[in-house]
């Protein structure tokens, strides 16, 4: 019982103070970065520009759909980009619904000559664009 | 990020202990104030679970999700476990103080000590938590998307929860994500981390408020500090998904049902319930951890089975009717089931030896979880010697028999490869409940050996 206790103790001195730093370190990491990053969060690593995220939340009603549609891979994507891009929208850009016939498309790097009709209202680099086409 | 976001979710979980205390009161009546406070991390993890259970089977009968719903539902659930307190005679706390309990001041100052080193960390991870953005993949592909579709729906919405990775997964998290954003007045994914940092303290107060008069203080403070410490559960309890609450729901029924089985007093056991019926609508794990605990409950009790089991059974009952409805729902809507590839000795022996090999590599890895489980083993051995055997043995057949239950998911997964990586392989997660188990129960073993050395009855 006592080499149970001690053997606890001796390692509650180092975890403690390991815990503690690792929360600090956290929490002041969690404070320098600013509100978009925090909010954008994974998608940080998901998309080579975070504005394409911006926009698609202040240009997409809460009540309307959008599709996604992904292109070859450009230079400046991440590893993730291709194959993360529409999950994240999926759930980033709730309320607003995923629908393959959507009015809005959240276009990466794709082939505009598939959506006839589509407008782009906000065009970035890397190949990020939002379209909008009348249905 | 606002002040009142946070007003919001303290006022709520605080309404999640009240209606988990009321209940506490109904079924084992609080003489004192001390006894309530004493008891009311309990009641908050019993108001977490029964707010969940309830609103589960609401949704999946469709009863609309929104604010007045929470209000009303909370409010309601208090004043009806209010009423059966009184039907059943149950008296007003009056007093403070613990005359059962006569604490030297060694013990005081050791209390103090815990509690402001607890204190300390948990204010620590709260800041780290306030201004946390959402990173986990399971918590943005799909834990917080069902929180966010039933808060702007109402309820469970088809598209979310039948086409979004998880499909099987039960509602309890998102259910209290949702009632999360109505209480910050938003889907504000950062300040929510904080509902996770509510559950963490609550899980704390549950676990120490249990064992206070079982075991002596200097017994009780440093396995429960060391295991918040250590790597692997320091950095889940800021993780916005379901792994910590089901581990913390299976582990502190299961410390109700060990103290059930030393004194056979019948609210542990309803207690148990509640919090099992939680955790099987938590994670789909929660109902093996359930069911584990229930048949090492049945085997440690056979020596007084026409007492026990008959309530043991009723336990299990209730988890499974629980259970049954979201089950039925998702089969309804053309999900199939949560069984394994290989449930039955379909696999090869090979795999099997791996899988319990990984199981064995992952629990003793202390770069994960420092030398909680070592010890923990050497106090049960220590009780089954010289301490309290019957708790020893049930103690150790559970944590047997979910170490077993996490070789068995592995082994019965076929596309699941043999390996701790957490992205493709659920152990390390799993191994969570068992390093919690043993680093919780170690107090229990240990007072049991002291005290037999002591002279005293274990």
Redesign the interface.
């Known amino acids: 019982?006592a080499?149970?206790?001690a053997?606890?103790?001796v390692?509650?001195a180092?975890?403690?103070t390991?815990?503690?730093r690792?929360?600090?370190d956290?929490?002041r990491a969690?404070?320098a970065?600013d509100?978009i990053?925090?909010?954008?969060?994974?998608g940080n690593s998901v998309f080579p520009d975070q504005q394409l995220l911006v926009e698609a939340l202040g240009l997409i009603p809460s009540d309307e759909s959008f599709a996604v549609s992904v292109g070859p891979p450009q230079p400046g994507w991440t590893e993730l980009t291709a194959d993360s891009a529409e999950?994240?929208l999926?759930?980033?850009l709730?309320?607003r619904?995923?629908d393959p016939n959507a009015p809005w498309i959240v276009c990466l790097a794709c082939d505009r000559a598939a959506y006839p009709g589509a407008d782009p209202v906000w065009e970035g680099e890397d190949g990020l664009s939002i379209l909008r086409r009348e249905l | 990020m606002t002040v009142r976001a946070i007003l919001g979710l303290a006022a709520l979980n605080g309404a999640y202990a009240v209606l988990g205390s009321s209940l506490l009161w109904a079924i084992r009546g609080l003489p004192r104030w001390s006894d309530a406070l004493r008891l009311a991390g309990l009641g908050y993890l019993m108001g977490v679970a029964a707010f969940g259970v309830v609103w589960t089977q609401l949704l999946v009968v469709g009863v609309p999700f929104g604010g007045w719903g929470v209000v009303l539902s909370l409010a309601g659930g208090t004043a009806l476990a209010i009423v059966t307190g009184v039907l059943l005679g149950r008296r007003r706390p009056h007093g403070f103080g613990d005359p059962d309990r006569h604490a030297s001041s060694g013990a005081v100052l050791v209390t103090a000590v815990g509690v402001a080193l607890t204190g300390l960390l948990l204010e620590a991870m709260f800041r780290a938590a306030r201004l946390q953005g959402l990173q986990a993949y399971d918590a943005w592909a799909f834990w917080v998307p069902k929180g966010k579709a039933i808060f702007y729906f109402g309820g469970l919405d088809q598209q979310v929860f039948t086409t979004f990775p998880g499909p099987t997964y039960p509602p309890l998290v998102p259910i209290l994500d949702a009632t999360a954003f109505h209480a910050m007045g938003s889907a504000d994914v950062i300040t929510f981390h904080l509902q996770y940092w509510f559950l963490a303290v609550g899980a704390v107060a549950a676990i120490a408020g249990i064992l206070y008069r079982h075991v002596p203080a200097w017994l009780l403070w440093p396995p429960l500090l060391l295991v918040l410490t250590v790597p692997r559960v320091a950095s889940g309890l800021r993780v916005p998904q379901a792994d910590v609450l089901v581990d913390v729901l299976f582990v502190v029924g299961a410390l109700l049902l060990a103290l059930w089985l030393h004194d056979g007093r019948g609210w542990r056991l309803a207690a148990a319930a509640v919090l099992f019926a939680g955790a099987g609508l938590t994670k789909r794990e929660g109902l093996l951890f359930a069911a584990a605990a229930l048949v090492v409950a049945l085997a440690a009790s056979f020596g007084r089975r026409r007492a026990a089991w008959p309530r043991l059974l009723a336990v299990g009952g209730l988890v499974a009717v629980a259970a049954l409805p979201w089950r039925l729902w998702y089969r309804s809507h053309g999900l199939g089931g949560e069984a394994p590839t290989d449930a039955g000795a379909g696999g090869s022996v090979d795999r099997m030896l791996d899988a319990l090999r990984l199981s064995a590599d992952v629990l003793f890895d202390t770069t994960l979880w420092s030398v909680v489980p070592v010890v923990a083993l050497i106090a049960v051995g220590a009780a089954l010697v010289w301490g309290d055997r019957r708790l020893a043995g049930f103690l150790a057949a559970l944590l047997g028999l979910v170490f077993v239950g996490g070789a068995w998911v592995t082994y019965s997964y076929r596309d699941i490869p043999i390996t701790a990586n957490e992205s493709v392989n659920p152990i390390v997660r799993y191994t969570v409940a068992i390093v919690l188990l043993g680093a919780v129960s170690m107090p229990l073993l240990l007072a049991s050996v002291w005290r037999s050395v002591a002279g005293e009855r274990p």
């Open positions: 019982m080499f149970c206790l053997v606890t103790l390692a509650l180092v975890q403690y390991d815990a503690f690792d929360a600090n956290t929490a969690n404070a970065l509100l990053d925090r909010k954008v969060g994974a999950p994240f999926r759930s980033f709730l309320p619904r995923i």
